[in-house]
């Protein structure tokens, strides 16, 4: 069955190190994002990717970091610069830019201790 | 920025009241599409509208988008224990349609 592979489920960090979510998807989409979401509140789109090797700063892009080197890959890298970073964290992809909705993993939720 | 308001915020309802949550932004969309998210669960697509004034219908839930295009709402009809969950609006914006932009969410509960 194809669809979007997010791991770890749970991941819970230390101050001051950084850590890096996997997100894999066997769908053939081009496109690839990255939401963050806080209790009782919506998405935040960090960052997107529309093609391999190309990726833009979303809202709230500032203390992480991604890559796209692969079509199927877009790791999203949450740095120690990220002042607030205890959230859920989404990851989801679509075809043709989007239209015809978003297809999202089951998310990664990261823990400050 | 651009921002996507969404009212009610909760709805507390009888199994087999109606619900109906309400999408507002201050900008034109270029389309609109809605998201269902079950406790502890992450957002499932519904359904995308894109034209002026459109309505779509899926078994019990009816969509419409506002002639404007800066509106939309979702109802549902006779809700059951299975709708529970956070409804999100999500649009995107002519000048940039790569970056869908949620809404805030109407969390549902309804009660049997």
């Known amino acids: 069955d194809g669809g979007i592979t997010q791991s770890p489920k749970y991941l819970f960090r230390k101050e001051g190190q950084n850590v890096t979510l996997s997100c894999e998807q066997n769908l053939n989409h081009d496109a690839m994002y990255w939401y963050r979401q806080d209790p009782g509140q919506g998405l935040r789109l960090i960052y997107y990717s529309q093609i391999v090797n190309d990726f833009q700063k979303g809202d709230i892009a500032e203390g992480y970091s991604v890559s796209r080197e692969k079509k199927e890959s877009f790791p999203l890298t949450v740095t120690s610069a990220q002042k607030n970073p205890t959230a859920f964290y989404l990851c989801a992809s679509s075809i043709d830019r989007g239209r015809g909705g978003y297809t999202f993993g089951s998310g990664t939720r990261l823990t400050v201790v | 920025g651009q921002q996507v308001m969404q009212i009610p915020q909760y709805q507390h309802v009888q199994e087999g009241e109606d619900f109906t949550t309400y999408c507002n932004s201050s900008?034109?969309?270029?389309?609109i599409q809605w998201y269902k998210q079950r406790p502890g669960g992450h957002p499932v697509f519904l359904i995308q509208?894109?034209?002026?004034?459109e309505v779509k219908k899926q078994k019990r839930l009816t969509f419409q988008f506002g002639e404007a295009k800066k509106n939309s709402s979702l109802h549902i009809t006779a809700t059951q224990t299975t709708d529970v969950g956070t409804y999100f609006c999500a649009g995107t914006y002519i000048k940039n349609t790569d970056k869908l932009i949620f809404g805030t969410g109407t969390r549902l509960q309804v009660f049997p």
């Open positions: 509208l894109v034209k002026s004034g």
């Open positions: 900008t034109t969309l270029s389309n």
